[in-house]
């Protein structure tokens, strides 16, 4: 980021940063401002400047974690997106803390809906804080005093620890996925270069004996480049049975790329399942199949068996797609129960 476009905070969002960090940088100095007007228009007692410290504390490890150096674990884990969003959520809690009971143009007064909407996001319909503040704002007039506003801090940070654990939930299910993937394409990897630097080990497992003589992947006798033609295949044809399954595949707002991993999964897979279909055929385990006649029957089940990944992928999309509806954010509804399995966290 150039010097000439940040603020006297060090704020304003920088060239060449995703777009999660382009809008946690703009919400972070969007809570500076607040912050900074706080400072001005109120006389802080010692105990609201060390509030006040802390918030400005909050605030530099969000922007640092937005924008600062990107390793290549924390980009591919979604590490720095919880660091970034755990600390903007606390520096919101501080920042309600700081409002004054005489706070002019209604800041406190209908601070409890702002809170009110969050929670209803997060928190299960029972969650004790959350009836309470609604109780409380029924009767109120949906108008917020200050005696209320210890229990809106409770009910905002519990509904912010709520929405962490969903986040959190995300995470954990990229990070499966990309150590899935990661353990899959290094095995498909082994598999090619134990038949390259092995005698061509693996080929025997490759080529067929029909009436006509040798068949094998790559022609009619055995080659180093067997395994990497069947794997080869196999994760084509998977790429291209993932392309067709992306229609159902949700997309997200979320800085996890699960949709993506999620693709990219299907090819050392589909790599993986042509490779041992073909040796399941050679070893008679298929009935009705016991010998392929020539390289174009290899390579048609081949990528039969590539295809025949989705049958996996597909149940690992699906538990995808329940993580990501797990995460929710204002364009949600507030549907009655959906959080009941969150609704104790926090």
């Known amino acids: 980021m150039e010097k000439g476009e940040l603020d006297s905070d060090d704020d304003v969002a920088g060239k060449g940063k995703s777009s999660w960090a382009q809008r946690i940088t703009a919400h972070v100095a969007h809570l500076q401002a607040l912050l900074n007007r706080r400072e001005e228009v109120s006389e802080l007692s010692c105990g609201d400047k060390k509030i006040a410290e802390k918030i400005k504390t909050h605030l530099t490890v969000a922007r640092n ?49 702002v809170v009110l909407a969050q929670a209803r996001q997060h928190l299960g319909p029972s969650d004790p804080r959350l009836v309470a503040l609604e109780d409380r704002l029924k009767n109120n007039g949906q108008e917020m005093g200050p005696d209320l506003k210890e229990l809106a801090i409770a009910t905002l940070l519990a509904a912010h620890e709520a929405e962490e654990a969903e986040r959190a939930q995300a995470r954990s299910f990229l990070n499966i ?27 025997a497992l490759l080529c067929f004996s029909p009436s006509t003589g040798q068949v094998c992947p790559t022609g009619k006798s ?17 790429g291209l049975a993932g392309s067709l399954a992306i229609r159902k595949i949700r997309g997200t707002n ?83 129960g959906t959080r009941a399995d969150l609704g104790g966290r926090g």
Request: charged share 15%; glycine share 10%.
């Open 65 to 113: 974690a937005a924008g600062g150096w990107k390793t290549p674990i924390s980009t591919l884990t979604g590490s720095r997106v919880d660091r970034a969003y755990s600390n903007v959520h606390k520096a919101e809690v501080k920042l309600l803390k700081l409002v004054p009971a005489d706070a002019d143009e209604g800041e406190l007064k209908w601070a409890g809906i």
């Open 222 to 238: 055995e080659s180093r480049i067997d395994v990497l033609l069947v794997e080869g295949i196999g994760a084509g044809a998977a």
């Open 177 to 203: 996925l990309l150590v899935t993937f990661m353990a899959t394409s290094v095995v498909a990897a082994l598999f090619i270069v134990w038949n390259f630097r092995g005698n061509m080990t693996i080929s």
């Open 254 to 336: 979320t800085p996890y790329s699960i949709p993506a991993m999620l693709i990219l999964l299907r090819l050392p897979i589909g790599a993986l399942s042509a490779l041992f279909g073909i040796m399941l055929i050679n070893g008679e385990v298929i009935p009705g199949l016991s010998n392929l006649d020539s390289t174009p029957q290899i390579a048609a089940w081949a990528i039969i068996f590539g295809i025949a990944q989705e049958s996996v992928t597909r149940l690992i999309d699906a538990q995808g797609n329940k993580v990501l509806g797990n995460v929710r954010g204002p364009e949600r509804g507030f549907e009655a």
